[in-house]
Nanobody, 119 residues
Framework: QVQLVESGGGLVQPGGSLRLSCAAS????????MGWYRQSPGKQRELVAF???????NYADSVKGRFTISRDNAKNTVYLQMNSLKPEDTAVYYC?????????????WGQGTQVTVSS
């Protein structure tokens, strides 16, 4: 089992940047696929960016070209670099670790970090 702690959220003006971090502990980080999700009030949680254990990435259309997901297996950390932020990026951002157990997908969530984009 893996424990996840997000950090780096805050208040930023439109057009600004933030970098979120998600630190993992308790298991072998490198074998997990990692994702960043977000949820704003009244909306469903949505996938923002995903990086596999092998380093392949995928992004929601709404953030392509603005957000970059990366991982540092030596530091057991996944990052989300967010540039050109928009008010509609305001949400609680969560990281999730996913692993195929052999019979099902196991998923573990962090507690979330608030990102607010406002002038």
């Amino acid at each position: 089992q893996v424990q996840l702690v997000e950090s780096g959220g805050g208040l930023v003006q439109p057009g600004g940047s933030l970098r979120l971090s998600c630190a993992a502990s308790g298991s072998t980080f490198s074998i997990y696929h990692m994702g960043w999700y977000r949820q704003s009030p009244g909306k469903q949680r949505e996938l923002v960016a995903f990086i596999t254990s092998g380093g392949s990435t995928n992004y929601a259309d709404s953030v392509k070209g603005r957000f970059t997901i990366s991982r540092d297996n030596a530091k057991n950390t996944v990052y989300l670099q967010m540039n050109s932020l928009k008010p509609e990026d305001t949400a609680v951002y969560y990281c999730k670790a996913t692993l195929w157990s052999g019979s099902k997908w196991d998923g573990y969530w962090g507690q979330g970090t608030q990102v607010t984009v406002s002038s």
